[in-house]
């Protein structure tokens, strides 16, 4: 089955320490979304790309940063530059082009600071 | 610019009661709208969407119409249940593009 793949699950990021989420799609979208969820609040985007090798800053980019070398990847980096980066992240895909396709999402990686 | 507003949460409901929650958008040009819900712990599924004026998407006895002259699209379900407990997002999209997610409005359902 098609769909967004996000891992790890759950991740701890020690002061001063660099991490990377990984997200994989199958479902041939151009586009594909990062996204920030804090406990009981709405999306933020932190970073987009509609095309490969190509990628926007969205709301809350300071102190993340995103590589779009292949259409079906779009890891996220949380640098130690990110000084609150406890929350959960969201990567999301979608085509272009039309506009009534949805945008698909992953299950999330849980960031927590040790 | 393109903004949804969503009623404020928290929404508690005995099973069986009958849900409506409020969504209403503003949006330069014609956007289609969507409803997401999301789970605990989990991503965002999409439930059900609509892509021009009076089209009703609907799932899982999930109803919403998208009505053009109030600007809305209102989440309605007859007769909700226990399972149905979790965040809904209101969304709509431009042209494919430019995505815009309301704040999302809880949802708890007591036995």
């Known amino acids: 089955d098609g769909g967004i793949t996000q891992s790890p699950k759950y991740l701890f990021r020690k002061e001063g320490q660099n991490v990377t989420l990984s997200c994989e799609q199958n479902l041939n979208h151009d586009a594909m979304y990062w996204y920030r969820q804090d406990p009981g609040q709405?999306?933020?985007?932190?970073?987009?790309?509609?095309?490969?090798?190509?990628?926007?800053?969205?709301?809350?980019?300071?102190?993340?940063?995103?590589?779009?070398?292949k259409k079906e990847s779009f890891p996220l980096t949380v640098t130690s530059a990110q000084k609150n980066p406890t929350a959960f992240y969201l990567c999301a895909s979608s085509t272009t082009g039309t506009s009534n396709q949805p945008q698909h999402f992953g299950?999330?990686?849980?960031?927590?600071i040790l | 610019g393109n903004s949804v507003t969503q009623m404020e949460g928290p929404v508690t409901l005995s099973e069986e009661a009958?849900?409506?929650?409020?969504?209403?958008?503003?949006?330069?040009?014609y956007p289609s709208l969507f409803w997401y819900v999301q789970y605990p712990g989990e991503g965002l599924q999409l439930l059900l969407k609509a892509t021009k004026a009076d089209d009703k998407g609907s799932n899982k006895g999930f109803e919403a119409t998208y009505r053009k002259e109030t600007t809305s699209f209102h989440l309605e379900k007859g007769s909700v249940q226990v399972s149905d407990s979790a965040v809904y997002f209101c969304a709509l999209s431009i042209h494919g593009q430019n995505f815009v997610f309301g704040p999302g409005t809880r949802l708890s359902v007591l036995p």
């Open chain 1, 42 to 69: 709405g999306l933020r985007l932190i970073y987009y790309s509609q095309i490969v090798n190509d990628f926007q800053k969205g709301d809350i980019a300071e102190g993340y940063s995103v590589s779009r070398e």
């Open chain 1, 107 to 112: 299950d999330g990686t849980r960031l927590s």
């Open chain 2, 18 to 29: 009958f849900l409506t929650i409020n969504c209403t958008y503003t949006a330069t040009g």
